[in-house]
């Protein structure tokens, strides 16, 4: 529908930590019969800042930042780094317990802050792709993701560090599927405890219903949400 020649598909961190990566972009050819091409880090942060740039022009020292799953580019007009420190490679090597430990949350800034490159001091930063908005979204309260309300959205640092806080005591959601339905249930702070929270889904993923809604309060969970389902019924442990 958008008048496109060609297909190429592109691999990124995973891909590249992959010990079967050109095998596995090499199958998506044979399957499928796209081009693919496997790029370096320093690719994906240059493809990165042209994509932020097209069709807008970026102040002097504007840093372009896009949190991936396996790594996290930092891009200038004259400068760029890829840093492996991606959400899942951070989740996977420090955030072990559910949910997780002061000591791991701890950890895992440490190991940030060290990677974190001290030079060049941005003047602004523009954040992209996946992680990011969907701070953003959490910042707004949406429903569901919203492009229009999202983009070029400033949120202030101490919004962020309180969705950051909130997050921190977050446990993992545990999703199942209903008949033509998904259930997705979540912990999260309140009143003064946890709340056990959950949500309707269609089969695309497009929240069903006014809100979530509360299945119980605790002053403190033990372990996190635990779905299993026979057709349109559900058994839930916690």
């Known amino acids: 529908s958008l008048g496109a020649e060609r297909t190429l598909c592109i691999g990124t961190s995973a891909v590249r930590d992959a010990e079967n990566g050109e095998a596995f972009l090499g199958e998506i050819e044979w399957s499928y019969g796209f081009d693919t091409r496997l790029l370096t880090g320093h690719e994906e942060a240059r493809l990165t800042v042209r994509g932020v740039a097209a069709g807008r022009e970026l102040a002097r020292g504007t840093l372009v930042v896009d949190v991936g799953g396996g790594s996290t580019e930092l891009v200038r007009a004259d400068w760029h780094q890829s840093l492996e420190l991606g959400c899942v490679r951070l989740t996977e090597r420090f955030l072990r317990s559910d949910p997780p430990t002061a000591y791991e949350l701890d950890a895992c800034r440490e190991h940030v802050r ?39 959205l400033i949120v202030p640092a ?72 026979a057709g ?5 442990l916690w």
């Open 158 to 229: 101490e919004a962020m560090r309180a969705i950051s806080r909130d997050l921190d005591s977050a446990t993992e959601a545990d999703v199942v599927a209903m008949g033509s339905r998904w259930l997705v249930v979540w912990r999260e702070p309140g009143n003064g405890g946890s709340d056990l929270v959950g949500r309707f889904a269609d089969s695309s993923g497009v929240p069903l219903g006014p809100g979530p809604f509360s299945i119980a309060s605790s002053s403190g969970f033990e372990y996190g949400p635990r779905l299993a389902a």
């Open 232 to 236: 349109e019924d559900a058994c839930l």
């Open 114 to 152: 060290a990677q974190l490159p001290g030079e060049p001091r941005p003047a602004r930063a523009i954040g992209v792709a996946g992680t990011v908005t969907t701070l953003a979204s959490l910042h707004l309260g949406l429903p569901q993701y919203d492009r229009s309300a999202v983009d070029g």
